[in-house]
């Protein structure tokens, strides 16, 4: 029996979303090269927007961010359909011109703004038009402050986050 270390199959994973995805892109006809990193503990597939045209990049990023979002669905649903241990699932992170790090500063803007009102007011705020990976990163960004808590209510695609004060 020959087991694989944490390293062997994190490397395999890269190399494997670093292929699936410069392969997606190609039959999208945007031939774009993707750098493979291992960051804390997710795989990032950054695509290579340098010879990319600006009109090239805000469609592969999409309004709101939900063409990037699709095809990081895409990538994680498809590089992990044959893993049923969920232990082993890889993480992938797909990013293209910095959008990843300008939406995290928006998002950690949108939970400041959300606890200071709620303690302001004393009422309940509610964050509309985050996604399911969006909303879980407010609620990791708030589940410090021991004076609030946060919990998302609704169906998709209305489903909102809530702060509020902690009772």
Do not use: F
């Not at 390293?7 to 945007?30: F, H, V």
């Not at 232990?87 to 300008?102: D, K, N, P």
Request: with cysteine; aromatic share 6%.
């Amino acid at each position: 029996m020959v087991v694989m270390s944490d390293s062997y199959t994190e490397d395999r994973g890269l190399d494997e979303g670093q292929q699936w995805l410069e392969k997606l892109l190609n039959l999208a006809k945007i031939p774009a090269k993707v750098i493979a990193q291992q960051q804390e503990d997710s795989c990032w597939l950054i695509i290579d927007e340098t010879n990319l045209t600006p009109e090239q990049v805000s469609v592969l990023e999409g309004v709101d961010g939900k063409v990037i979002d699709a095809i990081q669905y895409l990538t994680n649903t498809i590089l992990n359909i044959n893993n049923n241990d969920s232990e082993e699932h890889l993480a992938y992170t797909v990013e293209i011109a910095g959008y990843r790090a300008r939406r995290q500063q928006e998002l950690l803007l949108m939970a400041e703004y959300a606890a200071k009102r709620v303690r302001l007011t004393g009422q309940e705020y509610e964050l509309t038009s985050l996604s399911s990976t969006e909303r879980r990163q407010i609620h990791t960004m708030l589940e410090e402050c021991e004076d609030l808590e946060t919990y998302s209510h609704g169906q998709e695609p209305d489903r909102r986050l809530v702060v509020k004060i902690r009772n």
